[in-house]
């Protein structure tokens, strides 16, 4: 397992952007897929997105929610041991904690599947 740890959460204006990033304390992130999460206020987690293990490309995809399909990008750096989640045109609705979390890889499940370890969050809160 891995220790991860979100940072990049603030508040933003409809239409703004922010950057995510996840970064772990062992320099073995590119060994794992990490997904991204949000719980809003009052609702159930879900899955936003999810970057593939380094080594399993044309084994396994990156994936994104409909809802943030277009507007996110997730990438990583594997020098700096970070994964991150670009938030373009943001809205209100993506308000809520967002958390990022490893798994041996993505799949098709991603946003189901169970995953080994979670950072502490960080808020991103769209308002005007």
């Known amino acids: 397992q891995v220790q991860l740890m979100e940072s990049g959460g603030g508040l933003v204006q409809p239409g703004g952007s922010l950057r995510l990033s996840c970064t772990a304390f062992?320099?073995?992130?590119?060994?794992?897929?990490v997904g991204w999460f949000r719980r809003a206020p009052g609702k159930e987690r879900e899955g936003v997105s999810c970057?593939?293990?380094?080594?399993?490309?044309?084994?396994?995809?990156?994936a994104y929610a409909d809802s943030v399909k277009g507007r996110f990008t997730v990438s990583r750096d594997n020098a700096l041991n970070t994964v991150y989640l670009q938030m373009n045109s943001l809205k209100p609705e993506d308000t809520g904690v967002y958390y990022c979390?490893?798994?041996?890889?993505?799949?098709?499940?991603?946003?189901?599947?169970?995953?080994?370890?979670w950072g502490q969050g960080t808020q991103v809160t769209v308002s005007s």
């Open positions: 062992e320099p073995t992130l590119r060994y794992y897929a």
């Open positions: 970057v593939r293990n380094s080594d399993a490309t044309g084994l396994d995809n990156d």
């Open positions: 979390a490893s798994a041996p890889y993505c799949g098709t499940n991603w946003a189901g599947r169970l995953y080994d370890s």
